[in-house]
């Protein structure tokens, strides 16, 4: 995911031109949320890309075939092997795709391909009435968190955090989707670990930065682009919020700048509980000396005095929670756990 040359290239005023010519958008910072409609084995499930295009086309075929392997039968959104420069075509195209799948009754469920850039120029564009009026279940993560902010602030629908159509569907991501989806499960997403054989088990480990509990929605994303939306009618109100972040390939004073961004809002004063998912790729770069993301986290998260930890499995990593974005948990940051204690689904 490309996220700083997009962000260099365009600058966040040029990704944000769309809004200044639209004016009839408010967001709505507060509301129940609206669970979607169910999915079963056999139904129909959208693929489309809104956000950056896809080169190889064999990951199409991927894609179409890992949905398939779920059990559904698959719908590809009509532009959705469209390409303008570097994203999956226009922003009217690729809002055409969301808002066609969302309209569709045929269509049950709706999966984004893949993420990198793009997804909030196309913000402005799309039908919330529709979608409010048509709730269903729409995943993707990295660049889509820019979609599940959007859809939670503008109607309150619970969308999913998770494997992109391209991703890993390794036995864990399967199984998790079918825990979710299939048998909706009141989910406890606590890390896998597995014995290595060592004397200490270093694999999937939580640190517990402040101990404790407590509940509300969960919501959040990739930080670029969750904080790229800060100020926006599309950012979430984090009030009593369970926020969850992660990243990949960002230097550690980048990481500093955007949870600064996070203070700067009021976000991290608001929220009730704080997990860190991984940080992929995002070591200390050269010069005079950098922090850690450890002491970054440190020094926005501990004053904060909540129930925190970091080192979930969620981000840019081959196993992944499906986290379902708006849905009420209960954090367990001594254990390194987010419980779900609510029905995800219409009944």
């Excluded at 129940?32 to 295009?53: D, E, R």
Aim: with cysteine; aromatic share 8%.
């Amino acid at each position: 995911m490309n996220k700083r040359s997009f962000l260099k290239n365009l600058g966040l005023a040029g990704a944000a031109l769309p809004f200044l010519a639209f004016d009839g958008q408010k967001s709505v910072r507060s509301q129940n949320s609206i669970l979607p409609n169910p999915i079963q084995k056999g139904n129909t499930v959208g693929l489309i890309s809104p956000s950056a295009a896809t080169a190889d086309r064999m990951e199409f075929t991927f894609a179409k075939e890992a949905l398939e392997a779920l059990g559904f039968k698959v719908k590809l959104g009509a532009n959705l092997k469209n390409r303008r420069g570097h994203l999956a075509g226009t922003d009217e195209e690729r809002a055409g795709d969301v808002n066609a799948m969302f309209a569709d009754s045929e269509v049950k469920a709706i999966v984004c391909i893949r993420g990198g850039s793009g997804a909030s120029r196309i913000l402005p564009m799309i039908d919330y009435d529709l979608i409010r009026k048509n709730p269903k279940p729409l995943m993707g993560y990295s660049d889509i968190t820019a979609l599940h902010c959007a859809i939670y602030s503008q109607t309150g629908l619970i969308s999913f955090h998770g494997p992109n159509g391209t991703g890993s569907w390794n036995r864990f991501n399967v199984d998790q989707f079918e825990q979710v989806f299939f048998e909706k499960s009141k989910m406890v997403y606590q890390n896998e670990q597995s014995d290595s054989g060592d004397l200490v088990i270093k694999n999937n480990r939580i640190q517990t930065l402040t101990p404790g509990q407590a509940s509300g929605k969960i919501l959040g994303g990739n930080l670029t682009v969750l904080t790229a939306l800060s100020g926006t009618p599309y950012y979430p109100d984090f009030k009593n919020a369970i926020m969850y972040i992660e990243d990949i390939g960002e230097d550690p004073y980048r990481i500093d700048r955007m949870m600064s961004t996070l203070k700067l809002n009021g976000t991290l004063d608001a929220i009730a509980g704080f997990v860190f998912g991984q940080c992929s790729d995002c070591n200390p770069g050269g010069g005079y000396g950098s922090l850690t993301v450890d002491q970054v986290l440190d020094d926005y998260v501990l004053p904060l005095s909540i129930p925190a930890y970091s080192g979930a499995m969620i981000g840019h990593i081959p196993k992944q929670f499906i986290i379902p974005n708006g849905a009420l948990v209960q954090l367990d940051a001594d254990q390194g756990s987010i419980q779900l204690i609510q029905d995800l689904f219409n009944s």
